[in-house]
């Protein structure tokens, strides 16, 4: 079955610190992989995504994500965090529309704090 | 501008009451989904729409849900009877198709809360 396991729960950092969030998943097949973050309240916001090709993948907001099949891994880093990075951050991971419909799958999201 | 459109933003309901929750993707796109979030929960799937049906409906999505896009258009959410525990943001996805892998676009809307009291 699909899933996706986020260890941390909640993460504390200093801003200006770095930042890397972890993400497994167990799929059966190529995994399509996405990062979200949600502000409190809000819907949830597309960092990035991975399908295929170059396993480190750029989004917005300065953050970036490394796929490694090996570790079944595709954890989110950003090298200096600000203040408004401060929100929920949940891993998805997704199959191809032919074989799976691509629903995604949710990890159960890692709450940042941000520390001045 | 975004993507996908929903309304109403908060919807607050009693117990027993039917509510339609709706969402006004792209025109052009084909495959749309609805998903929940319990507060504090991890956001699930509830069910995938494709080709004017549904493709794929998770358990949650009981007898008490159903969806429709009954002008082409507004893609929507029914909850005939609501529960104290239907209370949830429940956002619309969709996906537009327009080429492989890096075209592959899965966007959300900004979500409807209902809270059933």
């Known amino acids: 079955a699909q899933s996706v396991t986020q260890p941390d729960i909640h993460i504390t950092v200093s801003e200006g610190a770095s930042l890397e969030l972890r993400c497994n998943y167990s799929?059966?097949?190529?995994?399509?992989l996405f990062w979200y973050v949600q502000s409190p309240g809000q819907g949830l916001q597309l960092l990035l995504k991975?399908?295929?090709?170059?396993?480190l993948v750029q989004g917005i907001k300065g953050f970036e994500a490394e796929f490694k099949r090996s570790q079944s891994s595709f954890n989110l880093r950003k090298p200096s965090v600000h203040w408004s990075d401060a929100a929920e951050y949940f891993c998805?991971?997704?199959?191809?529309?032919?074989?799976?419909?691509?629903?995604?799958?949710f990890g159960a999201g890692t709450i940042l704090r941000v520390k001045s | 501008e975004p993507e996908v459109t929903q309304t109403p933003s908060h919807q607050v309901t009693q117990m027993g009451q039917e509510v339609i929750l709706r969402c006004v993707p792209i025109?052009?796109?084909?495959?749309f989904y609805w998903y929940r979030q319990i507060l504090g929960q991890k956001v699930e799937f509830l069910v995938s729409?494709?080709?004017?049906?549904?493709?794929?409906k998770s358990e949650i999505f009981d007898d008490q849900f159903s969806v429709e896009r009954p002008d082409g258009s507004n893609f929507t959410l029914k909850i005939r009877s609501t529960k104290l525990e239907d209370s949830a943001m429940y956002f619309c996805?969709?996906?537009?198709?327009?080429?492989?892998?890096?075209?592959?676009?899965?966007?959300f809307g900004s979500g409807t809360r209902l809270t059933v009291v």
């Open positions: 998805a991971v997704g199959g191809s529309l032919a074989e799976y419909g691509n629903k995604l799958v």
């Open positions: 799929y059966g097949a190529t995994p399509y």
């Open positions: 991975y399908f295929s090709g170059d396993t």
């Open positions: 025109s052009n796109h084909l495959y």
């Open positions: 729409f494709y080709n004017n049906e549904i493709s794929e």
């Open positions: 996805a969709r996906v537009a198709p327009t080429g492989v892998g890096a075209n592959y676009g899965y966007t």
